[in-house]
Structure formats: C-alpha cells, structure tokens
C-alpha cells in the first residue's frame, strides 16, 4: 500500500470518528435537557452549546471524508507535535500499556512500594535495559525518592495496599 | 515604575526566587533532553503546583518554559538533534560550529542570546501588559468570545497538520470542557453516573496522557540511542563580547521573536526561521550560515526566547493564551483560582506586576545559571534512555494521583494517553485540544451571557461591536485564507506546462 492511500484512509477513518463521536454527542444531549430549548432569543440551556460543538464535529467530519475521498491531501506542514517515530507503530502501546493498566489495578491492592518496584523493574526492561545493577539501582531511587517527596515533601499519603492493610 | 518595583518586591520573595532558580534548571535540563522540551517540563510540574500558591506556581513554571525554551539548543548543538522543535533552527549553524570544535562558542553563544531575548521580552511584556489589558477592560462578552475564538483558530490552522484536522482537536477540546456539572443550571453533563465527573475531566490528567504519555509511547518506539558527548564544554566569556560587536543582530532578531510570540498560534519555530533568514539576507557573511555561523545561533536562539515573552502577552491582558504551553501555564493559574485577563489586571494589578517581574527575574538569571551550570547540563545528554523514560512516567503517575489523591484520574491519564497516542499517529495536532480544553469554559459562558443579554437580536448584537466584527473577520480569514491557498496552488499547478 503506497503512503498517500495509507494516510488516506487514516483521514477516513479521523472523519468517520469525528462523525460518530459528534452525533454522538448530539444525541446524549437530548438526556440532560432541562425544559423546552429556548434558543439564542431568550438565553441557551446546558444542552445547546454541546450541540452546538457535535454540529461542528459532524460538519468537520464530513468535510474532511469529502476533501479525502474527491482527492483533495490535506496540507502537511513541519509540526511541533506531531513527531515521526523511527521504529514500529504500536510497539511503544503494546509495551507501555499492559503494564499501566496492571500498574493501575495492582496500587490499591499491592501498594505503593511493591507496585511501584515491579512497575519500575518492567518498565526498564522494556524500554531495554539489561544491566542487572542499574535496573535495582534505579528502581531503588525512584521507589524511594518518589516516597520521600510526596510524604513528606506533599504530605500525600501514597496507597498501603489493602493486602497488607492489618485487619480490624 | 516605582508602584511596579513594589509590587515586584512584594510579591517576589525568597521562596519565589528558589522556585525561578529550580524553574530555569529543570526546564534547560528537559529542554536538553531530546524529545522533551518545555511543553513536557510544563506539563510534569502542573500537578506539584498545586501545592504551591500561585505566585510560586507561575514563578517554577516561567522559569521551565524560558529554561526548556534554551535547553533544546545544547542538544542541537552537541547531538545535531534539537531537545525541542524551537531549536530546530538553531541546529542549523549550531552543530557545524561544535564539529568543528566549537562546541562550547556555540553553546555560550545560544545561552547569552537566550539571556538577551528572554530579557528583551520580559521588558516588553512589563511595558506592555498593562497598557493592553487597559484597553481590554471594556471588552464584554461578545469581544471575549471573538478574542477566544481566534486564539483557538489561529492555533487550530497554523498549527500541525490539515486546519480541519486542527480545527477538529480544537472542537474537541471545547467538548471536553462541557464534561460535569453546567456552571449555570447545575445540570450534570456526560458524567455517564460517575461521580467522579461530576466537577468536570482532571486538567492534569488530561493534560499528562495527551502530552507526556503519548511522547513516551512514541520515544518507546524510537531507536534513537543514548547521545555519548566526549568534548568538554565551558562556557567561554569572549562570547558575551558579541553583545556589542553583534547588537543589531541581538536587538532585531528579539524584537521579530517578541512581535511573533504575541500572533496566537504561531510560536517559537516560526520566529527563529524567520529570524534566521533575514538575519543571513542581512548579513556580509551569507554564506556562512549553515556552516556554522555565529549569526546564526544568535538569531534563532535570541528570538525563540524573546517569543516566550511575546506568548504571554496575549494570555496576562486579554486571558487568551497565545501559544500551548502558555495555556497550560494558565490552565495552572485557573486551577488556584485566578482567571488572567482584564479584570484580573483591574482587581490584581500588583499581582500581574509580580507575575512581570518574575519573568524578568527568570531571564535574567539564564545567564548566570548558564555560566555555572554549563558542564552539568552537557552530561545530562549521557544519561540512558530507559532511565529517563521510567523516570517521566513514575513522574506522570504520581503526579496525576497527587491533584486529587484518587485512582480514577490515573485511568482517565491512560486514556488520555492512549487519545494523545492516536491523534500524532493520525496527524491530528494536540495543542488545538489543550487550548479548547482551557478557553472551552470562557467561550461557553461569553456566549450564554451574549444569548441572554441580547435578546431577540444576537447577530445583530454580535456584529454591531466593532471589535467582536474584526476578531471574527480574522476568524474567517484564518478558515478561508489556507483553502483559498490552496486552491490557487492547484490552479497553477493544472495551468504549468510541465
């Protein structure tokens, strides 16, 4: 597949989701409203400025699928924020997400401490390192520099775990 | 002056000045690291600022942006890769100079141009910001939504990508300010029966996932290696001499960074270029840049810092911010309570003054933390990857959970991350959301206080401002101007012959 088709159908699938998303929105608006719409005249309800907002997703939406699909490429300038990556699209997700989401679950039930050290111990494995002392070197001045600045430098208790949490 | 000086001495303490002093050696230290730069630096200290008042607040993260803002030039220089896409342009005769062993002229040379645009900028906006806001005190709510809504379409069509796709993320931010309870009837809105939206999406989480973890994500991917910097870098003093042998250079290529910075949406990137090329067309040595002229490295580098002070401009007079990271900045001062603009200039004069001698404090002292610091922030360039990349997301994690101590916002940092993630796959800039994300609250109320007060004639009413009609003429020449471009390209490109 060349890039331009590729791109192409990456610029269909952001309009189809802003579409989606702007009727969506649209939609869930009708749950919240309060009275008959009053329109501009008399003032604007909680409903009316998001739908407001979903009207111009839906027309941002079918405007960029019309510019995409009757061949119209979109002008691509140098971007502060939109960085190339040199290696595999989806490798960076398929490593760091897994573990965010474990990392998630496992603060209230694990705590901080033992969380936090698998958390760092992965996390440095996968971003490929491999030399045994750095890695417990590392995970030992995270761990605990983290620990020592937010309970005593915030005064932010961090999670005990309620494994280890002693029963009443 | 002397009410300004006062207020500056009020407000400015000891424990304001340790915050610049950290504020500027962090940010150059985030700044140096490639892939990081001053939006990172601004977006990892958000939730700690939330401990801090707010004078403290804006003091550790002006200091961030004016140190990430020089930091990105050490690694241009010594690595030929720019910690940030402002120094893009700074690369250009910065890395020549350091492989031909003029590593620490290059460097010196950035930081005393950084010191000199920073402060440039930091007096115009001292000189300035009153007088603007001044003037903005009569603005009502249809001025207030015209002027929110430039800043968010100059960001949405100058900035990355397609200007729909801009416009889109840009939409998209302002929806996402719709989320909780609705400021005027109390009616919950998208909070799904979650009581932990019922106050609206965590600024910080949404800020960190967009920003800094979908940056982690894509650096995971990256195969770029750690730098290995064997030369010694010093700081060397025959550079300051430039200051007088150079000054047109020094003094123009600030004053077209000040004059940018102040244009919503255009930013640091676009300065330094500019700034560059009509530095070298003015210059007897043309052709030198590009192969490691000193011009060159004072254009882009005096002009990318006195764009800092020109950003803030817009957002301390008219509480519209003029580029990302100053929205982030004011997303922190919205978080304490305060709301930049032209009432907060009426009711906390001596405050904004503070806030203005903060940042002139904080260029000031690039130098000398430059001088001193030098040598420390070249090492930092060895530091392993893996570290670091562990380091920013221990960071982003418990920095999230520290704003409100609950689990909930680290789930909304993943999805705002994996959001962030998809967007720079699809080409959909970020900093459209952000702004979106922090004017959506002032465009909303302006509009529902201009539908109320005007009655039966909105349009009417709308149009019938002179300065409300002129942002929303700019509005639409913003939208009309790229696709009118664009068509003309076409155009000739079907009438060539070739």
């Known amino acids: 597949m060349s890039p331009l088709n590729r791109q ?72 502060a924020d939109i960085s190339p990556s040199s290696g595999q699209t989806g490798s960076g997700l398929l490593k760091l997400f897994p573990l965010g989401i474990g990392f998630t679950i496992a603060i209230p039930l694990l705590g901080y401490f033992i969380s936090t050290s698998i958390f760092v111990v992965a996390m440095l494995f996968v971003s490929g390192e491999r030399r045994l002392l750095l890695i417990v070197v590392t995970t030992i001045l995270i761990v605990t520099s983290f620990y020592l600045l937010f309970r005593y430098g915030f005064n932010i208790v961090l999670p005990e775990g309620r494994i280890w949490r002693p029963r009443a | 002056m002397i009410s300004v000086l ?15 002093v950290i504020g500027v050696i962090l940010g150059t230290i985030i700044g140096a690291l490639p892939g990081c730069g001053p939006m990172m630096g601004v977006t990892l200290t958000i939730p700690f600022t939330y401990y801090l008042d707010p004078v403290s607040s804006l003091a550790l993260l002006i200091g961030i942006y004016q140190g990430g803002s020089f930091g990105g030039a050490i690694s241009a220089a010594l690595v030929g890769i720019p910690g940030t896409p402002i120094a893009a342009a700074t690369l250009l005769d910065a890395y020549p100079m350091s492989q ?10 950035a930081t005393v141009a950084s010191w000199f645009g920073g402060c440039f900028g930091g007096i115009v906006l001292l000189l300035a910001a009153p007088s603007l806001a001044s003037f903005a005190l009569s603005f009502g709510p249809a001025e207030r939504l015209g002027l929110a809504l430039i800043g968010l379409t100059a960001i949405a069509s100058l ?9 889109m993320s840009g939409a998209l931010g302002l929806m996402l300010a719709t989320v909780g309870s609705d400021p005027f009837t109390g009616v919950n809105r998208f909070d799904f029966g979650l009581p932990e939206l019922t106050g609206g999406l965590t600024f910080v989480s949404l800020l960190v996932g967009l920003f800094a973890i979908s940056e982690m994500l894509v650096q995971l991917e990256s195969t770029t290696p750690t730098a290995r910097i064997t030369e010694k870098v010093r700081f060397s003093t025959k550079c300051l001499w430039t200051l007088i042998t150079d000054w047109g250079n020094y003094l123009r290529s600030s004053l077209i960074g000040v004059l940018v910075g102040v244009v919503p949406g255009v930013g640091g990137v676009t300065s330094a270029f500019l700034s560059y090329k009509i530095s070298k067309d003015m210059s007897p040595d ?34 519209i911010p003029g580029d990302p990271i100053v929205a982030v900045m004011m997303g922190g001062l919205l978080i304490h309570g305060v709301t930049p603009g032209p009432a907060f200039m009426l009711t906390n004069a001596p405050m904004l003054n503070g806030i203005l001698g903060i940042f002139l404090i904080g260029a000031f002292l690039l130098l000398p933390i430059g001088w001193l610091l030098l040598p420390v922030f070249v090492r930092i360039l060895s530091i392993p990857k893996s570290f670091l990349t562990t380091l920013i997301l221990a960071l982003c994690i418990f920095g999230t959970y520290a704003t409100n101590r609950e689990l909930f916002d680290i789930w909304l940092l993943w999805i705002f991350g994996l959001l962030g993630y998809a967007m720079r796959k699809g080409g959909v800039p970020l900093s459209p959301l952000v702004i979106g994300f922090v004017l959506g609250p002032i465009v909303e109320e302006s509009l529902r206080r201009l539908a109320t007060i005007s009655g ?17 003429a700019l509005i639409a020449a913003m939208l009309i101007g790229p696709a009118l471009s664009q068509m003309y390209r076409a155009r000739s490109r079907a009438q060539s012959p070739e």
């Open chain 2, 456 to 472: 039966n004639d909105f349009w009417g009413f709308l149009f019938g401002r002179p300065i409300a009609l002129t942002c929303f």
């Open chain 2, 100 to 109: 031909s062993g003029r590593a620490s002229e290059a460097i010196t040379l």
């Open chain 2, 286 to 319: 043309k052709e030198q840049y590009g192969k490691g002229a000193p011009g060159g490295v004072v254009a882009t580098e005096a002009a990318n810092s006195a764009t800092t002070g020109g950003a803030l401009l817009p957002m301390l007079s008219l509480g």
């Open chain 1, 8 to 79: 192409s159908l990456v610029d269909i699938a952001i309009g189809l989701i802003s579409l989606g998303l702007g009727l969506g929105v649209y939609y869930l608006t009708f749950g919240f409203q309060v009275g008959a719409s009053s329109g501009l005249a008399s003032g604007m309800d909680a409903s009316l400025y998001p739908r407001l907002i979903a009207s111009i997703l839906i027309g941002l939406g079918l405007i960029l699928l019309a510019k995409t699909i009757f061949g119209a490429r979109a002008l691509q300038s140098e971007s």
């Open chain 2, 6 to 20: 006062t207020d500056i001495q009020q407000f400015v303490g000891f424990t304001q000045l340790q915050y610049i």
């Open chain 2, 159 to 167: 900035s990355a990508g397609s200007t729909v796709k801009g416009l």
